[in-house]
């Protein structure tokens, strides 16, 4: 058999999207690919939202490939190209099985049947859940009723989910990402996260244990699990043998679950020699002193990124963020001391936002010694804790398979629509229009490349700091 897995393309476009979407490769459809090719099925991916590909695109390669089966990842902000792509290839060729996978399917799971589109819905972690379902997608539903994970219609067009597949509790059993179906070096960092390229990404865990009421956990759930420090430095040296990595970000959602396995993999990293940079998202309880910290920069980290979300106590009590402000601060100090160039992770139009409490996170953010940071606006997510909680605390004002994290699809009860997209500008306007960030950056120019990508970042810093500055 012939399986092509597709990233959708992205709909909409602007510089704030496109540099966030474009840095890293679709590495739960890599993995997949990687399980087929173990088990020697012949698989191809396409990155639609990468390559820029239309529809007409996308089914010229089906055809050409003669694919028989097609698989589909989707995150909420995706889901409706997915819809549109998968109708565009049934219209072409009607009898082919189509396969919808990702973080939406798995909230919404039996409701994405509802689109005739699908035929298969892929729940939680797919690996070995796509792989079962190839292996027997031809031999009827007798044996298909059987396969964990899964959401299909049968004969009867009725709609079926089966039990849920166990999560996968050894890592390590899983192949590295089928990183050589993809052309690795058109992904791009962020201007301000680019520091030596190729920069690849990696996985070093799944799950979180914490529980923000906005976190979408439907794939992998609380259940963190990690690859062991073996593996996970295995991994980095194949990604600079094969692809010519010099920069490694870690985009797991959080990097120090504890301090003991942030220093078993530093450990591992040093005793291999590993030449490398690299960076990782941390939560700023879990550090406690600067040590752990100087191991890493040590090992070659040069950034952490830190999910702050609000600069109000009250805010963060609601959203369960567990964040201590006072300890924040010492965290984040002891980042910049180190070398470290923090960067702080915002969200503003949560539930009981109001401007005054915008401030406060954009006061937060103006007194820790950040070199640079993100904000996203709340976007309650199907199967999320917030999502039930939405019409005590606002409304949602666009269907969610609109979002984009970057343009408010819910307002709070004491904020607009308008005034959110504001802020969201302003927020970052009033952190970077300051001599103080200015001479941050200036100082970590080190060559006519650092000169160069600056100079790129001018199309993101325009949309961000003087576009749709007034309230209308």
Request: glycine share 4%.
């Amino acid at each position: 058999m012939k399986i092509l897995l597709i990233n959708p393309p992205i709909l909409s476009l602007n510089p704030v999207i496109s540099s966030l979407f474009f840095n890293s490769p679709p590495l739960g459809l890599l993995y997949i690919a990687a399980v087929l090719e173990q088990n020697k099925i012949d698989v191809r991916v396409i990155d639609a939202a990468l390559e820029g590909m239309s529809t007409n695109n996308i089914i010229e390669e089906i055809l050409s490939y003669k694919a028989d089966v097609i698989g589909i990842t989707s995150t909420t902000f995706s889901f409706s190209s997915a819809i549109e792509t998968a109708k565009q290839i049934k219209l072409r060729k009607h009898d082919i099985k189509i396969v919808i996978g990702g973080s939406h399917v798995s909230a919404v799971q039996e409701n994405v049947l509802s689109n005739d589109c699908f035929d298969f819905g892929v729940i939680g972690e797919g690996e070995f859940t796509f792989l079962e379902l190839i292996q027997n997608i031809n031999k009827g539903f007798d044996f298909i009723k059987n396969i964990k994970g899964i959401v299909y219609r049968d004969s009867n067009n009725k709609i079926i989910k089966t039990p849920p597949r166990p999560l996968i509790e050894n890592l390590d059993i899983l192949p590295f990402p089928a990183r050589h179906l993809i052309p690795i070096h058109k992904y791009k960092p962020q201007p301000n996260d680019k520091r030596d390229t190729p920069k690849i990404s990696l996985i070093s865990s799944r799950g979180c244990p914490y529980n923000c009421i906005f976190c979408g956990k439907s794939v992998f759930g609380t259940s963190y699990r990690s690859f062991s420090p073996e593996y996970i430095v295995s991994e980095m040296k194949s990604v600079i043998k094969q692809f010519g990595a010099k920069d490694i970000a870690f985009i797991d959602s959080l990097f120090t679950v504890s301090t003991e396995r942030v220093e078993k993999i530093c450990r591992e990293i040093s005793k291999n020699k590993l030449k490398i940079s690299w960076t990782c998202t941390i939560r700023a309880n879990i550090i406690k002193d600067k040590s752990i910290l100087k191991l890493m920069k040590e090992s070659g980290c040069w950034r952490i990124r830190i999910g702050i979300e609000s600069g109000n106590e009250n805010i963060l009590k609601l959203i369960k963020k567990e964040l201590d402000l006072k300890h924040l601060k010492k965290v984040v100090s002891w980042a910049d001391e180190i070398g470290l160039q923090p960067k702080g992770f915002f969200m503003i139009g949560h539930f009981t936002e109001n401007i005054n409490t915008i401030k406060d996170s954009i006061s937060l953010a103006k007194n820790l010694p950040l070199k640079d940071i993100t904000i996203q606006i709340n976007t309650p997510l199907p199967n999320t804790e917030q999502f039930q909680m939405i019409e005590k605390y606002g409304k949602l004002t666009a269907n969610v398979t609109d979002c984009s994290l970057f343009k408010p699809i819910f307002t709070p009860t004491d904020l607009s629509t308008e005034e959110l997209e504001y802020w969201f500008k302003r927020f970052y306007r009033e952190f970077y229009l300051r001599p103080v960030v200015f001479f941050k950056h200036l100082k970590t120019i080190r060559n006519f490349n650092d000169i160069i990508k600056y100079i790129k970042a001018l199309n993101l810093i325009i949309y961000l700091f003087f576009i749709n500055r007034r309230i209308k």
